[in-house]
């Protein structure tokens, strides 16, 4: 397929800088005394080690250890890392402050939805930094994965936080709602180039990246992401669902987990699509898109366990052709 209206979006997402608004993402800040030892009694990752400046990926656990949320996590700048921020998806603010409200107690923890007041970018691809070094008047960029800092555009103060939403190298790059339209700008003054959602998502599939709603849902457990190195502490001790997450950690498997999916064929399958073993289902596509790095379609999916492995050749019910496992990322 070469008549994608969007590759050269994607190109810039991968090859050289492209920028993405996300404005309309989730985040939520807590601040107070007891901000990390409330959330790490909440989440799956070990948020009581976090360093200044530093960040981690999290899972929001239901007592029955289910998945409420799949987040990032990240600590203050300032030496006491005096708040921590939740940053997810759109839409999930008032779900999250529910959840936080039904077990904050007694502990001093502020819980403050950001959602409306703070608004930002994603600048990836294998320019980003260069790009976004050309447009910072004060400040360094982070250079550790989920790493922060805050800087400064022309006199406009962003928080920066290194990502891999859509590959490798990425950076949100957030400020007051109030600014955003003109960090945008002055971003592609700089050289970013602006790009669609078709473009991110193919960006996003090839990187492997799952996006709550999408590939991760509330019916989903923790290790069925196959995110556990990045999301899961075995070792922090109890929160919510730990018990769950603990039992499959010493079961040493789960029935099904998150693969990357080749289609050896033109048609892109649509969300839900079977993957087959013959004629038994053992997989369902979450997220799809036509890879410009494969030129051909690309899912993100669930295939059960013995049927998982990467190079595994398995079928769809949308045509005769071969579908193959893949590693994330492709």
């Given at each position: ?136 008047s004060h400040g360094e960029i982070p250079t550790k994965l989920l790493s922060s800092s805050i800087a400064t555009i022309s006199h406009t103060t962003v928080w920066i ?170």
């Amino acid at each position: 397929m070469t008549d994608l209206p969007w590759l050269a979006e994607y190109e810039a997402l991968t090859q050289g800088a492209g920028l993405v608004d996300l404005a309309e993402r989730t985040k939520i800040e807590l601040q107070g005394a007891d901000r990390a030892a409330f959330l790490h009694n909440l989440c799956t990752n070990d948020i009581r080690k976090l360093e200044p400046s530093a960040g981690c990926e999290a899972f929001m656990t239901t007592i029955q250890g289910k998945i409420l949320a799949f987040v990032f996590v990240f600590s203050g700048s300032d030496p006491e890392g005096a708040s921590l921020v939740i940053e997810t998806v759109a839409a999930q603010g008032e779900k999250l402050r529910r959840h936080f409200d039904k077990y904050l107690v007694r502990e001093k923890v502020e819980i403050i939805d950001r959602s409306n007041d703070w608004a930002g970018w994603l600048l990836a691809g294998s320019r980003a930094e260069q790009v976004l070094q050309s447009a910072l008047s004060h400040g360094e960029i982070p250079t550790k994965l989920l790493s922060s800092s805050i800087a400064t555009i022309s006199h406009t103060t962003v928080w920066i936080r290194r990502v891999d939403l859509a590959g490798p190298v990425g950076f949100l790059v957030d400020s007051q709602r109030g600014d955003y339209m003109q960090v945008g700008s002055l971003l592609q003054k700089a050289g970013a180039h602006r790009c669609g959602h078709e473009a991110f998502e193919a960006a996003r599939i090839e990187a492997g990246f799952p996006r709550f709603g999408h590939d991760i849902t509330e019916n989903n457990l923790p290790q069925e992401v196959a995110r556990d190195h990045r999301a899961i502490s075995f070792t922090k001790g109890c929160y919510l669902g730990q018990e769950t997450v603990a039992r499959i950690n010493a079961l040493g498997h789960v029935n099904k987990t998150l693969v990357g999916l080749r289609f050896l064929q033109s048609t892109i399958p649509k969300v839900g699509a079977a993957v087959l073993a013959g004629d038994e289902s053992v997989g369902t596509v979450s997220s799809s898109t036509w890879s410009p790095k494969f030129n051909s379609p690309l899912a993100l999916g669930y295939v059960r366990r013995g049927f998982n492995a990467p190079g595994a050749r398995l079928a769809s019910n949308i045509g005769p052709a071969e579908v193959e496992v893949t590693e994330l990322p492709v």
